[in-house]
């Protein structure tokens, strides 16, 4: 009880000066005028960026889209002059770089001279981005330049979805023509699939006609086989057919010599007739064999043509032919002329008499058969080499026969795999005209709207819900300056109010410090609730409790002052100066403007155990959180700070009022 009285007695004491009233007034409005100057200044900064002048360069020349001019640039400017974002200034490019210079302007921002050129590539294959310049100078001011750059960023974002916004719109123009286009598709697949079928039923005619080929090809095949047999019987004939014409050759030599014989030696007639009747029975065996081949000729050669009649334009087989006709006329003329030579032999051995009479029918028949021996030689010349080209072609028309077969059967293969692949490609088209069609009544059903093409240029929208309600940045940052400015304000009180020792009283080290605790309390309390009116109804500020505030700002206020009366008692007037460098500490390490994750990790685990960290999360429920489990806690740290330090500086000031051993021994 005493301690109060004498803190009362010191503030009347004070309040009876006028520099004490000066000074106690200052004390206790100091803390509104620190908060009100920062908070004033800096209460809503985002709220007037529009005022930031920026610069602004236009040096696009424009370019040519689908045969229509096309000035970005232009374009760009009209949104900047719409928009409040900034204090935009269209100038030259000299102005801009004296204004940024002389800090006129925080910003310049240049349109590039191709900046429509290309904006216009979009579409192309190799398309190139459009740029906009800006600069800034950091260095006259770092917040304003961030300010300007984020403005940019969101420009930049507002011509990029405007820029995509007039290409969607010429997108969804064009797809009535592509809706079309994929209509006149459909009917042409339509078309393809009715042409398919078509050709599957001329492919099965076909079909069936490499089948009678393949046939055919296998007769033809079986016929060469048959002809190659007879060919061999063919072959042997003509050989007996050329053997016996060279004896006959011979034998009419023979009796050509003889009849000469005979007319110019009649007298050596019986010996020549005799050698003449050796000679004919010769010339009989050899008519024989003539005649026999000459049949067999005959016979082989009309039998091969009744079973080839394709040879009838044959022409070398045709000389074979004639010949073989040539030789059995011959052949019979030769019978015939020995027939009657053996009549007349007969009638020259019955009565030589008439030799001579039969010599002159005799040379001119001979006269005959020489002739058609003759042709029967020449003939058979003939026929052998004709025979011999007629075995080269018949070998080449076995060969053609069996590759005629061979390459039938791989055409059979082919059609039967493009009639696989014909009813593929059927169903293939058919299934293609459907989804042509459903493809072009999906796209005609696409109708262009202002919705939609703003969808497409900016198809995310970005829902901010926030947690709690911060109306601008002061009302932001209120917690850390007004914890700022409640520990100002102790510092102040302990340079202007008496917290030393007394000089003039004797009194226990209890009262003493209980005393400095009731004056700085006073001041502590006064200075919460000044501070508190003015916020509340200066800065007209809705918390969420009002005496939740009062009471959280006067908790802070006190623990304040004990931590710096509690230093001034340990350490005097250097108590003082910690109380300073504990203030620029939790400046530092709170997170009142910055999280502290941002800051150095050292400082941020040591500030989060100072009283300033306790300060600014409760002062945040109390304005604009709200939870009141959390601003208990956060109290209730505050009040073991203020109990702990007020234990500490209640001891410390109970040691130094001990009374010393030389003054009790005086006292005695």
Partial sequence: MKGLKLGFFDIKRMWQHIHGRIAL?????????????????????????????????????????????????????????????????????????????????????????????????????????????????????????????????????????????????????????????????????????????????????????????????????????????????????????????????????????????????????????????????????????????????????????????????????????????????SSAKLADGQQQLGEGADKLASSEEKIADGMDSFSEKFGSAVSGANKLASGASDLD???????????????????????TGKLSDGATQLGDGMTKLSDGSDELATSLQDAADKTADIQSSDALTTMFADPVKLTEKQLSDVPNYGVGIAPYFLSLALFVGGLMAANILPLGRRQDMQVSGTVQFFSKLTLVYVVAIVQAVILDLIFLFGFQVDVKSIPLFFLSSIIVSMTVMTIILTLVTLFGNLGKLLAIVLLVLQLATCGGTFPSELTVSALASVGKYLPM?????????????????????????LLIYLVVVGVIGWIVSHLQHRPKKEDELEAA
């Fill in 25 to 329: 007034i200052f004390l206790l409005i100091i803390p509104v005028v620190y908060a009100a100057l920062f908070l004033g200044g800096y209460w809503d900064p985002y709220g007037h960026i529009e005022d930031l002048p920026v610069a602004v360069v236009n040096q696009d020349d424009g370019a040519t889209m689908d045969g229509e001019e096309m000035h970005a640039g232009n374009d760009f400017i009209k949104e900047l002059k719409k928009s409040k974002a900034l204090d935009f200034d269209f100038v030259s490019e000299e102005k801009a770089e004296a204004g940024l210079d002389d800090g006129k302007y925080y910003m310049k921002v240049t349109i590039p001279k191709d900046f429509s050129e290309k904006v216009t590539t979009l579409m192309d294959d190799k398309p190139k981005q459009a740029e906009l310049t800006y600069e800034v100078n950091p260095g006259k001011n770092f917040v304003a330049a961030q300010i300007s750059s984020s403005a940019m960023e969101e420009m930049k974002s507002k011509l990029a979805s405007s820029i995509t916004k007039s290409y969607a719109d010429s997108v969804f123009t064009s797809f009535h023509e592509v809706a079309a286009g994929l209509q006149d598709a459909g009917d042409g697949a339509g078309d393809l699939h009715e042409g398919i079928t078509d050709e599957q039923s001329g492919l099965k005619d076909l079909q069936n006609g490499i089948g009678d080929v393949n046939s055919g090809a296998s007769d033809l095949a079986d016929g060469t086989e048959q002809l190659a047999a007879a060919h061999g019987k063919l072959a042997d004939g003509i050989g007996s057919l050329h053997t016996g014409a060279s004896d006959l050759a011979s034998g009419l030599g023979q009796l050509d010599d003889g009849a000469a014989t005979l007319k110019s030696n009649t007298d050596k007639i019986a010996d020549g007739l005799s050698d003449w009747n050796k000679q004919s029975e010769k010339l009989s065996e050899s008519q024989d064999s003539f005649t026999s081949g000459s049949e067999d000729l005959s016979d082989l050669i009309a039998s091969y043509m009744k079973e080839h009649p394709e040879l009838k334009d044959d022409k070398t087989f045709q000389q074979i032919a004639a010949a073989s006709e040539q030789l059995a006329d």
């Fill in 385 to 407: 080499s004709g025979f011999a080209d007629y075995t080269e072609g018949f070998g080449s028309v076995q060969s053609g026969a069996a590759q005629l077969a061979a390459g």
């Fill in 613 to 637: 960290a306790h300060s600014l999360h409760s002062l945040q429920e109390a304005i604009t959180l709200g939870d009141w489990s959390i601003l208990g806690n956060q109290l209730v740290d």
